[in-house]
């Protein structure tokens, strides 16, 4: 296995996703289906190498390319942990892109938990089409 839980060259690949950076998204606990070398665009949620503590994993958003690398940000503006406090993040870090999201059905087991989970459970991760809430607030 390489370093990121995945086979030397494959092209995907599972990560799990802890914390609540990028809450409503993704949720503590979710799987992520990960496209590794994948051609990503502005919008599009990724998994990179945190450029302060390369061997940590994180899940954020690709905001826009900027001299340096990549200004990423968390979907949830009250958590911390992005580009707002790390600068952009190299080119060379960024792993791949993430495709569908797996939300784990829990310790609930009843009926209505079930059907509630089967209804969101498996979910493509789109790319956010409009930054512009997000740009003019930086």
Do not use: C
């Not at 809450?23 to 949620?45: E, F, K, M, S």
């Not at 954020?60 to 993040?89: Q, Y």
């Amino acid at each position: 296995m390489a370093e990121d839980g995945r086979e030397p060259g494959a092209l995907l690949g599972i990560a799990e996703v802890w914390g609540p950076s990028m809450y409503p998204t993704l949720r503590h606990g979710d799987q992520l289906l990960v496209h590794y070398r994948a051609a990503v665009r502005p919008g599009d949620v990724a998994v990179l190498r945190h450029p302060l503590q390369q061997d940590l994993l994180i899940v954020k958003r690709l905001i826009e390319r900027r001299h340096g690398g990549w200004w990423v940000l968390g979907d949830n503006p009250g958590a911390e942990g992005d580009s707002r406090v790390f600068g952009t993040v190299p080119e060379e870090l960024l792993l791949g892109r993430v495709r569908v999201r797996y939300r784990p059905l829990g310790d609930q087991r009843g009926p209505r938990a079930v059907a509630s989970w089967l209804v969101s459970a498996l979910r493509p991760v789109a790319a956010e089409r409009s930054l512009s809430r997000r740009l003019r607030a930086r």
